[in-house]
């Protein structure tokens, strides 16, 4: 699995940026997909949303109504539209996904495949 972020960059407080993931090895039919953050200050990962092969969609509650993530199979893509962002968002967003053959398939905010991370970064 080989995982690849871009969209990221710096934007203002209550601007918007779209994230994309190009993920290849994964089967969009049976696979889940998701995005995760690196907060810089306390340093930490924090799980931020999840799409399963059946389009059910699950948000971290502090980006919920602010954050969509969204799929393109024929492009083998998904998507974290990110919207009204705030300087506490500033972070490097991860790309994920799992299989249920993995052994993480049962935890709902673990993946056992990360991508490289893009940086975004939230300030006036």
């Known amino acids: 699995v080989h995982l690849v972020e871009s969209g990221g960059g710096w934007v203002q407080p209550g601007g918007s940026l779209r994230l994309s993931c190009t993920a290849e090895?994964?089967?969009?039919?049976?696979?889940?997909l998701g995005w995760a953050r690196q907060d810089p200050n306390p340093k930490g990962f924090r799980w931020l949303s999840?799409?399963?092969?059946?389009?059910?969609?699950y948000y971290q509650d502090s980006v919920k109504g602010r954050f969509t993530i969204s799929r393109d199979i024929s492009k083998n893509t998904i998507y974290l539209q990110m919207n009204n962002l705030r300087p506490e968002d500033t972070a490097v967003y991860y790309c994920?996904?799992?299989?249920?053959?993995?052994?993480?398939?049962?935890?709902?905010?673990?993946?056992?495949?990360w991508g490289q991370g893009t940086q975004v970064t939230v300030s006036s």
């Open positions: 994920l996904a799992k299989s249920p053959r993995g052994p993480r398939w049962s935890h709902p905010y673990e993946f056992e495949h």
């Open positions: 090895g994964v089967t969009f039919s049976t696979d889940a």
């Open positions: 999840s799409i399963y092969s059946d389009g059910r969609t």
